[in-house]
């Protein structure tokens, strides 16, 4: 499916001006119309604030300053996109509800994984990098750390198992593995798996003139994640395309183990889909 709109998200935090940066880029790759949401409501504030009063407090001052930094942000938006076709829109409230309502009408979702380093010293009101789980559009997840200055998806990683989220997954991200120099299909097998996992999604990639290598790994135990993550650093890949895995239980969000650990350890982008 080809990319048209994308959805960025944009806030008061540290690592906008590299979403939108990524934005433009794809924006000028896919010939694609960027939504851009700016959401006021702060993503976390200090763990030192508690108190119903005191955190009230905080959240309408961060509120109102995060209203007086829009001017400037859409500054940089409409200085960044002026070659661009975009809309910018600013909001209040949870940024996961807010941007799960408009992916519905994007074909991509740009948003940044949480810094797990702010855990101790902030509590983190809502979690962008959970937008794959409520929402069909595919999202990028750019890793906190920053991203280099080149072009990234020249090669690729695929997470791949047969399951509807992989599958999703993989058609989200065929625009970006028709453009990759290389493109590797990562299975993962128990011990004393026999066949070959990888078969039928590298012949479905080779019909959309997609060549693929396989790489096979059997997992003894420990984390798929870690595992995932592992090898494609040992690959050199500088994208990873996976499933995103998760259910709701009374209102929580519960992410499966490789989905943890790949939001909160990833260092390239990761495309990811439900």
């Keep these: 499916m080809p990319i048209k709109t994308i959805l960025l998200h944009m806030a008061n935090d540290e690592r906008h001006d590299v979403r939108l940066r990524v934005a433009v880029s794809l924006a000028a790759r896919f010939g694609a119309f960027v939504d851009v949401l700016y959401i006021a409501t702060p993503v976390h504030m200090p763990a030192a604030v508690t108190g119903r009063g005191a955190s009230y407090g905080f959240l309408a001052e961060a509120t109102a300053i ?3 930094k829009a001017g400037q942000i859409e500054h940089e938006v409409r ?39 702010h855990l101790e010293d902030r509590v983190l009101l809502h ?33 791949w198992k047969n399951t509807r989220e992989a599958g999703a997954a993989v058609r989200a991200a065929l625009p970006f593995l028709a453009a990759a120099g290389k493109v590797t299909v990562l299975t993962i097998d128990p011990p004393g798996h026999t066949g070959d996992s990888g078969r039928n999604i ?10 693929t290598h396989h790489q096979s790994v059997i997992q003894q135990g420990g984390d798929v994640g870690a595992t995932i993550l592992e090898c494609t650093r040992t690959l050199g890949a500088d994208m990873l395309v996976m499933g995103a ?12 183990g490789a989905t943890r650990t790949i939001l909160g350890e990833a260092t390239v982008p990761v495309l990811m889909a439900h």
């Design 66 to 68: 995060a209203h007086e």
């Design 79 to 117: 200085q960044a996109l002026k070659d661009c076709s975009y809309s910018w829109t600013v909001d209040e409230g949870d940024h996961v509800e807010l941007l799960a309502a408009r992916a519905a009408f994007a074909d991509l979702a740009i948003i940044t994984q949480s810094h797990a380093g």
């Design 127 to 159: 979690v962008p990098d959970r937008l794959p789980l409520q929402s069909p559009c595919p999202a990028l997840v750019l890793p906190y750390g920053g991203m280099p200055e080149d072009e990234f998806g020249r090669n690729i990683v695929i997470a």
């Design 202 to 211: 590298m012949i479905y990639l080779e019909r959309h003139g997609i060549r």
């Design 245 to 256: 895995y998760g259910h709701s239980r009374l209102r929580e969000l519960v992410l499966g």
